[in-house]
């Protein structure tokens, strides 16, 4: 499925966060936005499943316009969408496989040994084991994450958003996620959608990038494009240099 | 002086403001109950979180409530000889005011807070957003049926505590203070009406959906991490209680 | 205990609320979720003073009703007492307002009348009353006795105080001392005429003696007859005692003749007259004394008497028609009965009332009025049936599913038709309890239910209503205020549709409405031209 947005604008309280946006994410590939922190990137994200709409501009979601579209439709879209959080947002009061099972008893007819099926099969997919049982609290920030993956995969969506999937993980836990990333996508051949504000892993996942600064895409396309960009904030953001303002 | 009505009236717009948004919540509530999927086992769970669990803590307070009233209310009447009559003050003062409003309050501390605290928990940790996302709508998953359970639960645990403070108020009156049972027991009857008992209950209905509109709707505005989850508990059992108590004045003078 | 499941937890608890509150609304025992059992009374009380609605009224110390309504009638107090169904209450029956407690709680206490009485109606009035014996009263009658005791205290020392009365007295006791004076001296005078009085009288006992001695038998016989004669003396005395106590008091008719002084005037004219009449039929004037004259009038008036004595022992030994319908308990209750149930009937109509409303909404989202024309047949006051005709601006929303075969695969098409201009009907049953109605049936041409609330005297009401319930779409629910500041005519708002995003729409109003009640009384006070 395709995203597109269309000179997007949203501004809080005064202060302008998108600013006539413009990106085509291409389907059944990885586009990875890449910013500085604070910079808008969730905001984007959250246009992208409507969670906030824009304050003019529009949202495409394949043929759909989700700007315009009432709660009830946006919530038929939503079921195409998994989303990793940034800290997974795992349910803490449920079991791992409760929440892993949540969507799909919600949205599914599936019967109690079904879902128990799937949601092994889930786990499998993000590589875990034998902790249906145990509650979020009890795990480590790299599991909760692949849980939070794979109650994102538990309806088998078209379009996958991870915000800020590496943050806050170890280096080794950082290429295995990385690596669960890519794979999924290959295994699912979902659209996926990544903001990260990580150099190293953006450049190992991404088939498109795009660099958002000041509310506005300033360059988009391969990596090696991103990599030999000519643009100076580009250059120093990948170099990793502090940016001064002109 | 327009910088006066500003610093004067803006308390009063924000507050007006925070009215019409719970307002507007419990609309959005209500018009959640009549759609499907209706969460049945959901109110369940909130109903034992709101009504089962908190028997013991309305048992204890309800039980010396009545007691103390008991004696209170004996050395006054001791003064003119009318000792027969404390039975019948314990009854209507449990059943009237003090049995809905202790209840109510007690709840509040116990499970009000309990519901910003959880709701404010999600909305930082975005597992809200991870229901919107998920198509599940949070008012109706995680508010309606809070709501739906303190109006149903409050009523009962007010009648537990109506009898269980009749039942302290008698074991003061009769065996420490030696009130004839008969006669103690004859007031009661006498001087109540079933209608007592209803109002209170209706009350308590009215603060049981009080107390989880306010809960949830400051759990759902949470913001800034866990500081944020911490102001907004307090906020509701304070905003709650005060609710409570000055909706009791009304709801009294319009029904009695 | 913690492998109980939530709902049964949940359900125990549940149980364990309802079966107290059942306890508690036992034992209140006040279970009456209807004001209008039994049947009502009133009584005309010269004062009600602290007498309240809904206090008990008591027979004997038992609980047989309440007080339904205290009004004011004529400068007395006009209280509508409800009896319970079963008791009966008889006509000639008292009632009286007592008070219970050192708190001074007031009832009304009915004092059973006798029993040959009939019993009183629905809508009837206790005429017999005893007036209140509170505190204030009996404080005044003392303050009167008080005011009494000085009055006389007052005149006493008027006449012995002051120094003409000292005066007075002074010369009352110094004429008694020369009374006393005097008496001795004529005592010490005549000294010797006495010692000889004594000496006679001595002799006379003796030559007494002398003769009882001889004569014993027929003195004892004189003394029984004596004491024979003092006896019925005694007993006719008493009755005498007794007869002029009646005339006094004024009993009987001897009494109420004596005691009125213008039946003695009367008395006296009719013995003037009469005596005149007599003197002429003495003479053997007029028809009357040429009757009395005759010997055969006396003999046909005897045998009239005669057969007049005759039907009185019949009719009193319960023979014939009259006889049987005067003699015969049956009879009598059987009319009872028929009064009775009469009675009820023509209680049940009159609760039985009928409304006419029309209402209209303007709905802002729509900018046009939505009208309803409703006919509301209440048979009693906690249950009505309501009839409407409503004329909806949005019009009636029809859905039509057709299947269409197109080359082989079968095509849905999903119709939406609204039809503008076509009345919605609504058919409602509904019932009160409390404050809370509930009614349900067809609301605009579909199933549905509401509630409404009543405030403040009816005054204000609050209604929510569901109804067009469609699996592919919300449900119709509706939100409304109705305030009524003067009686027929109301105002509304409300939002209604207010789950349906397309179609919500907040709306204002107003109304008016009419009770058969209303329309009888606006015929009649319209001047008809003659």
Known sequence: MKIEL??????????????????????????????????????????????????????FIGDDEISALNDKKLNEIRKNFGMLFQDAALFDSMTVGDNIAFPIREHTRFSKAEIDVIVKEKLRQVGLKRVTQKMPSELSGGMRKRVGLARALALDPKIILFDEPTTGLDPIMCDAIDRLIVKTQRHTNATCLVISHDIDSTFKIAHKVAMLYDGKIIEYGSPDKIKWSENPVVKNFIAGKSISKH | MLRFFEYVGKPFVLLIEAFGKVILLLVSTISWMVRPPYRIHEIFKQMEFVGVNSLPVVIITGAFTGMVLAIQTYYGFKMFGGESLVGATVALSMTRELGPAITALMVTGRVGSAMAAEIGTMRVTEQIDALYTMSVNPVQYLIMPRVIASIMMLPVLTIVSDFIGIV??????????????????????????LSDIVNGLIKSAVFGLILSLVGCYKGFGTFGGAAGVGRATTQSVVISSVSILISDYFLTAVMF | MSKLSVEAKVGVFVVIGVVLLCYMSMKVGKLNFSNNKGYAIEVLFDSA?????????????????????????????????????????????KAVIRTRGILGDKYVEIIAGSASAPDIMGGGRLTRTMPVTDMDTLLNVLGEVANDIKLLTTVMSNVLGGEEGEAAVRAIVSNLRGIVTTLNQSIERNSSDIDRMIDNLAGFSDTLRSIGDDNQGDIKEIITSVRRVSGSMESLVADLEEITEKINTGQGSIGRLINDDSTIDNLNETLAALKEIAQSISQGEGTLGRLIAEDQTIDSLNTTLASLDEITTKINSGEGTLGRLVNEDETVESLNTTLTQLNNYLEKQDTFRTYLDYRGEYLFNSEALKSYLSLRIQPREDKYYLLQIIDDPEGKESVTDTYRDINGTVVQEHEVKVEYDVLKFSAQVAKRYYNLAIRGGLLESTGGFGFDYYFLDDKLLM??????????????????????????????????NFVNEESRSFFIGGGINFSDEDVKTLFTSIPLPY
């Open chain 3, 49 to 93: 003073t602290g007498l309240a609605r809904d206090v008990t009224v008591e027979k004997a110390g038992v609980e047989i009703g309440r007080v339904q309504d205290i009004s004011l009638r004529d400068g007395k107090a006009l209280v509508v007492l409800r009896i319970k169904q079963a008791i009966k209450v008889k006509k000639d029956a």
């Open chain 1, 6 to 59: 269309l000179n997007v604008c949203k501004s809080f309280k005064g202060q302008v966060v998108l600013d006539n946006l413009n990106l085509t994410v291409e389907p059944n590939k990885i586009t990875v936005i890449i910013g500085k922190s604070g910079g808008g990137k969730s905001v984007l994200l959250k246009h992208v499943i409507g969670l906030i709409r824009p304050d003019s501009g529009s949202v």
């Open chain 2, 168 to 193: 302290g108020g008698y074991f003061v009156g009769v065996r420490l203070l030696n009130i004839n049972s008969g006669i103690f027991v004859a007031r009661i009857i006498e001087f109540v009406a």
């Open chain 3, 463 to 496: 209604s929510l209503e569901a109804f067009d319930f469609s699996l592919d779409r919300n449900p119709h629910l509706k939100a409304k205020i109705d305030y009524t500041p003067f009686s027929h005519l109301y105002l509304t708002t409300g939002y209604d």
